[in-house]
């Protein structure tokens, strides 16, 4: 990755691997908090030049360590500091809103050195869509910049009349600050001194007033103990596979980077640099892979999605009563009506989703009740599948946009090229989803266990007869008996969109498939024609709009693999689960960091290396969350909350001699569990604490 990343709640600055913004990048780099940018330019010189790279790490998401030294200077032909005198490292973390920056000066020369720091910075407070070239508008205007004694302040008054600010100081006295955003040091070090300088960088939005930072330590050290507490209240995994504990550990990492609270419990916000807002439908995926790690999540999740959901029939956002939304934004164009992301609702799978998480919450947890507490908020969802979702009562959920500044394609490949037909025309709407079917049965067959658990049973009855009807009329529709798979979607005439691809692999785990063909469903995506050997493609190898190098026509993603592997591991079919986690894991190898990117090129494996997609999300929530699908599926753990059961059915991975996996919150109590291989094939698992009140069974 070509920039460096870090966050913490709704704040996060992006820079380049020195530490810099320089302007008009292409990535749109700097400090950016509720759609807006209030740091634009950050550029450190010594003695006018841009220093030279050492080392730049953001391995811990929270805080990024970069090591910089100098060029040589001469001011006519006359030495004035010899190249890597200095070494510069600098510092930088986020805590309670304020970005913390510390320049720690060391001299290497033989001798006492003097030069002059240079930091130039400057605020232009860029709406996101406008950053990224997506929108233009009705914009407001800068209304100055004061500098004073160890201070800059730049200000802005918004389209939308929103002051906003950014306020900026320094714990050393300065040499001059200039309003064009100079700040200028001397500084005289003798041979093996140091000297620190650490700035603060706050946002301001609104009339609040700018509270004053709190001690720069104080504040890392809140921070590192905001991460230990998530430490403590996550499960943890010990593993003799050295690159998958690797890959959990860093899924845990970008998953605690990436969490964000409005008001009603932390959730995983989409990825990082783009979509770090809510968004339906990858936080409630997210989430979904977080549950045998921390279960909070998806209840803070449910909540702030229930928070947001569909009030009126209001074409401009895509919206409907019940429906949950797809994405929130909150900067200047958003606020003025420019664009529909107050929210935007227009996804179609978010609202099933979203019941499917209710479901799997309570059968990791028992708590039913969360259901009674969102008892309004699940009525109004199934209502929205039945009425706004089914538009022509055929008993299948499609989408249409209309919103003129919305999304065409409406679920998880919502790309304009994705939904094609094996002749390559673009498929009309209103479109019908295959996974889309899939995850409305799943909800409905969840729901109505719950209700039945809490004696609602003629609503539970109702829910398993629609149900019922849908898998029938479902299988009449989307089956290609030519191709032993299914199609895609129907499109606005019904006719099957028959490109094979992936969606349907997400039909695993809805319940819907008859054994013989999740058979087929479960062979065709680990065939050659869509398993590159590093993982599922999106679309198989062949198809008219296959491209390895497309976002959504060929490419592999891994949420996308994860919520297969679900699939697989719950119909016993772990063989295949346990092949694409294997080609998945060989992936990661070729990527920074050792981590899962949003997504990478669907070549096959036989070149050597997984090829990376040019603009790909990192950290991102589902993709974090991949591997801990992984952890889930070896165990092949599957709680019932209203059965008070736990089934286990644990394989390891090929070379892999040893699992732990410790403080698995299931029920009221704890799970865990230890899998190790005694010769080739013999696995043997044994739970070593079960508090949960949950009785274990081997499938």
């Not at 006018?48 to 990024?64: C, F, H, I, K, T």
Request: glycine share 8%; proline share 4%; with cysteine.
């Amino acid at each position: 990755m070509e920039y460096r990343v870090i966050k913490e709640n709704d704040l996060f600055l992006l820079t380049d691997t020195k530490g810099n913004i320089p302007e008009d990048h292409p990535y749109g780099l700097g400090l950016y908090t509720k759609d807006t940018r209030f740091l634009s330019r950050l550029d450190l010189k010594i003695n006018g030049q841009e220093p030279v790279l050492l080392s730049s790490d953001a391995a811990e998401n929270y805080m990024a360590t970069i090591l910089l030294t100098n060029v040589q200077t001469e001011i006519d032909g006359k030495l004035e500091l010899w190249r890597e005198s200095v070494e510069v490292k600098r510092t930088r973390y986020i805590y309670d809103g304020v970005l913390y920056e510390r320049i720690q000066l060391t001299n290497y020369y033989p001798k006492q050195i003097a030069f002059e720091l240079s930091v130039h910075m400057d605020a232009d407070f860029a709406d996101m869509f406008v950053v990224r070239g997506f929108q233009t508008g009705e914009l407001g205007k800068g209304t100055g910049t004061e500098a004073a004694d160890r201070s800059l302040s730049f200000s802005y008054l918004g389209a939308d009349q929103v002051r906003r600010a950014t306020s900026v100081t320094w714990d050393r006295q300065e040499q001059s600050v200039h309003e064009n955003g100079d700040v200028f040091f001397r500084v005289s070090l003798n041979h093996g001194e140091s000297e620190n300088i650490t700035f603060t960088v706050q946002p301001q939005i609104g009339e609040a007033c700018v509270t004053e930072p709190i001690k720069p330590e104080d504040a890392l050290e809140q921070l590192k103990h905001i991460y230990k507490v998530w430490d403590q209240q996550t499960a943890k995994v010990q593993t003799d596979h050295e690159l998958l504990q690797r890959l959990v550990d860093r899924g845990l990492k970008d998953m605690k980077v990436l969490l964000t609270d409005l008001g009603y419990g932390s959730f995983p916000v989409a990825g990082l640099p783009w979509f770090g807002v809510p968004f339906g439908r990858d936080s409630l995926i997210a989430s979904l892979q977080m549950l045998p790690f921390n279960a909070q999540i998806a209840k803070d999740t449910i909540r702030t999605m229930a928070a947001w959901q569909g009030k009126a029939v209001d074409p401009w956002r895509d919206e409907q009563p019940g429906k949950i939304m797809h994405e929130i934004r909150y900067g200047e164009l958003a606020n003025t009506k420019q664009i529909p992301f107050t929210p935007y609702y227009g996804t179609v799978d978010a609202t099933p989703l979203f019941l499917m998480l209710i479901v799997e919450y309570v059968r990791w947890t028992g708590d039913l009740a969360l259901v009674q507490e969102l008892e309004p908020n699940i009525i109004g969802a199934l209502e929205w599948i039945d009425r706004y979702g089914d538009r022509d009562d055929d008993l299948f959920v499609e989408y249409h946009q209309e919103s003129s500044k919305g999304i065409a394609n409406q679920g998880w490949k919502d790309s304009g090229d994705s939904i094609v037909h094996r002749n390559g025309e673009y498929a009309n709407t209103p479109i019908a989803l295959s996974e889309v079917q899939g995850y409305v049965f799943q909800a409905k067959t969840g729901i109505a266990d719950l209700y039945e658990a809490l004696g609602r049973n003629e609503e539970s009855t109702r829910l398993r007869d629609e149900a019922r009807r849908l898998k029938s009329k479902f299988d009449e529709a989307f089956w290609m008996d030519e191709h032993q798979y299914y199609a895609i979607a129907l499109d606005g005439s019904k006719h099957q969109v028959g490109t094979i691809t992936s969606n349907p692999g997400h039909l695993l785990l809805s319940g819907m498939l008859d054994e013989s063909r999740a058979e087929a469903v479960a062979d065709m995506l680990i065939s050659h024609k869509m398993f590159s050997g590093f993982g599922i493609r999106t679309m198989g190898a062949g198809e008219a709009g296959y491209n390895p190098m497309s976002y959504h026509d060929g490419s592999i993603w891994p949420h996308d693999n994860s919520m297969i592997i679900l699939g697989l591991s719950k119909t016993g079919r772990q063989q295949h689960a346990n092949q694409v986690m294997k080609g998945l894991v060989d992936s990661a190898g070729h990527f920074e960091y050792e981590r899962l990117p949003e997504l990478f090129c669907g070549y096959d494996s036989s070149i050597g290396k997984a090829v990376p997609y040019p603009v790909a999300c990192s950290p991102q929530a589902w993709a974090a969350g991949t591997p801990l699908v992984f952890i889930q599926s070896l165990l092949g753990l599957f709680p019932d909350g209203v059965g008070k059961e736990i089934h286990l059915s644990p394989v390891l991975l090929d070379g892999m001699n040893e699992l732990t996996v410790s403080n698995i919150a299931i029920g009221s109590g704890i799970l865990s569990i230890r899998v190790e291989r005694s010769g080739e094939s013999d696995i043997s698992w044994s739970v070593l604490e079960n508090t949960t009140g949950y009785r274990v069974i081997a499938d």
